[in-house]
């Protein structure tokens, strides 16, 4: 399975379906992320770490380019919003975070995708209405349609669990 959609209708939602994919990341895992501003990149983000078992991520605004946290596995946290240039976005070295242990997640994936992974679990966001947006999840690769098919067994079944409440 490749490709997965689902909507959400909160930020609380959409932290609960970064929860599910946190807890469903392996080791090396490359998340990377496009959406416009205020889709909700950050917003699942601190779900993933939730997910990874991070405790208390609290986001406030910066100019940091990379945060490091630990859970069960460390997290690369990277945003490339500030940057325009592929030589900028080079020279940050992101190799040993994308090519470690840990999880990285990038937010503005589409600024440097020539210099990332070409393997990786692509999440688009839209923002159809105020409190919706649409997450769809494409698997680059045969590592990534795994976990979107734990994904799937997981969000579809509490979903259908929930609507039979
Ligand atoms: N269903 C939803 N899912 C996520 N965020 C939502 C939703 N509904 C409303 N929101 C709001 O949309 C905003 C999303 O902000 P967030 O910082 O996550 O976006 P972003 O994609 O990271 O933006 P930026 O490009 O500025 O980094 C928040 O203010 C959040 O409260
Ligand atoms: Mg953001």
């Not at 689902?6 to 090396?28: D, F, R, W, Y």
């Amino acid at each position: 399975m490749d490709c997965l959609k689902i909507n959400t209708h909160s930020p609380e939602e959409t932290q609960k379906l970064g929860m599910a994919i946190g807890e469903v990341a392996e080791p090396g895992d490359v998340y990377l992320l496009i959406g416009n501003l205020g889709a909700g990149k950050t917003c699942l983000t601190q779900g993933i770490a939730w997910g990874l078992g991070v405790k208390g991520y609290a986001l406030s605004p910066s100019f940091v380019l990379v945060r490091q946290l630990l859970g069960r596995l460390p997290l690369y946290h990277i945003d490339l919003y500030r940057l325009d240039r592929l030589d900028e976005i080079a020279d940050l070295g992101l190799e040993d975070y994308l090519y470690g242990r840990g999880v990285s997640v990038v937010e503005w994936a589409d600024k440097g995708m020539s210099l990332l992974p070409a393997e990786h679990l692509l999440i688009r966001l839209d923002c159809p209405a105020e409190n919706e947006r649409t997450l769809e999840l494409v698997a680059k690769g045969k590592r990534y349609q795994r976990r979107v098919e734990r994904l799937e067994s997981i969000w579809c079944g509490k979903t259908k669990h929930a609507a039979g409440d």
